[in-house]
């Protein structure tokens, strides 16, 4: 049984760029979240994403996008990169089947934007 | 929004004593408790929830306690050994229909000395 799992692991953009991150939930899980973690600080929610919509969304700019596709995988896209965003990805999977809150990380991807 | 705070951020045990972790929240909706543990450069792991409408939860040498009227909640590490050494992170979910969203508390970095 699959965890969640994100790809890339590591990557480095300079100021400006755009990057794409993605994300595979665990097998039976149709929810997914985004989250940034500092260097030193709790994930922030950045959004989640269930039946290919955003539902809810934290405290972050438009310069931060996402998608969810049919196969519950997703996306994260972060437009013109500012030094800032450089952080941990951790995307999170979850069910909205029955009352079954618990949210699972995947290892992340660390981005470096210089 | 919400808002979680926990403390202390820093927590020194010898190994064998135990060790406790507080966290308060603002929104009375929330209502699921998650404490994950994160080892440097890993993901966060789950370690012990509780919902709630449960007082107390334990798990083997964790357990985690719920003051609905107070808004608190704590985590409790008995007989600590030194791999219980790292990052710990409360948080509290409110979820409404098909949104939900976690917060983070800042962190808690637990050294269980040998």
């Known amino acids: 049984d699959a965890g969640v799992t994100q790809s890339p692991t590591h990557l480095i953009k300079t100021r400006g760029q755009q990057v794409t991150l993605r994300c595979s939930p665990k097998s039976g899980h149709d929810t997914v979240s985004w989250y940034q973690q500092a260097l030193g600080q709790g994930p922030q929610f950045i959004f989640q994403?269930?039946?290919?919509?955003?539902?809810q969304r934290g405290n972050f700019p438009d310069r931060f996008s996402g998608h969810q596709f049919p196969n519950y995988s997703s996306e994260l896209n972060v437009n013109a990169l500012l030094l800032g965003d450089s952080a941990l990805y951790l995307c999170?999977?979850?069910?909205?089947?029955?009352?079954?809150?618990?949210?699972?990380f995947g290892s992340g991807t660390q981005l470096s934007v210089l | 929004g919400e808002n979680v705070e926990q403390h202390p951020s820093t927590l020194s045990v010898q190994e064998g004593d135990s060790a406790v972790i507080k966290c308060t929240y603002s929104d009375s909706a929330s209502n699921y408790f998650p404490w994950y543990k994160q080892e440097l450069g890993k993901r966060p792991q789950l370690i012990i929830d509780i919902r709630s409408n449960v007082g107390e939860k334990k798990d083997q040498r964790i357990a985690v306690t719920l003051n609905k009227t107070a808004k608190h909640f704590s985590l409790h590490i008995t007989e600590t050994q030194p791999e219980d050494s790292a990052v710990y992170f409360c948080a509290a979910l409110i979820s409404s229909g098909s949104a939900r969203q976690l917060t983070f508390g800042s962190g808690t970095q637990l050294t269980v000395l040998p």
């Open positions: 994403y269930y039946e290919e919509e955003e539902r």
């Open positions: 999170a999977s979850s069910s909205l089947q029955g009352a079954n809150e618990k949210l699972f």
